[in-house]
């Protein structure tokens, strides 16, 4: 199985390597904002995309190009995220494009579900929290990854 796990730097990218050791015996493509990241996961493939937010939505385009052109070019058979932006954006063309998707919401959405996650209730086959009591029909708890 191919694996494409996807998140924006700091808290999104730390949880998204957490869950590492359940990739284990799988192809696994990384990719993130920042390339230094690639010193992270030496052992897999890496790609950089550029950053953007809600606040720019000529870069969230732009990204969005970016990511869709990996998706396309990489094939994976699942897209893995633990978001933001281009997770989410993994979420929505993988599932365009009828691949399985997963979203893990940050274990700093304490209160509520992220944005991002909200929204990915709609895309992702799978949503999970990491808070027992933000668990719903649609989203999961079956742990945190920190």
């Given amino acids: 199985m191919r694996i494409l796990a996807i998140a924006s730097a700091g808290g999104h990218w730390i949880q998204l390597l957490r869950l590492k050791p359940a990739f284990a015996e799988q192809e696994v493509i990384f990719v993130s904002t920042k390339q230094s990241f690639s010193e992270t996961v030496k052992e897999h493939d890496f790609y950089s995309i550029p950053n953007a937010s809600r606040q720019s939505k000529l870069r969230l385009i732009y990204m969005a190009f970016c990511v869709a052109k990996l998706i396309l070019s990489l094939k994976p058979d699942i897209v893995i995220t633990t978001g933001a932006a281009p997770g989410l954006l993994g979420i929505m063309i993988g599932k365009i494009l009828g691949l399985k998707t997963l979203w893990v919401d940050s274990i700093a959405n304490v209160e509520r579900v992220s944005l991002s996650g909200k929204i990915a209730i709609f895309f992702a086959d799978n949503v999970y929290t990491q808070w027992p009591h933000l668990a719903?029909?649609?989203?999961?708890?079956?742990?945190s990854v920190l």
């Fill in 136 to 143: 719903t029909s649609k989203i999961k708890f079956s742990g």
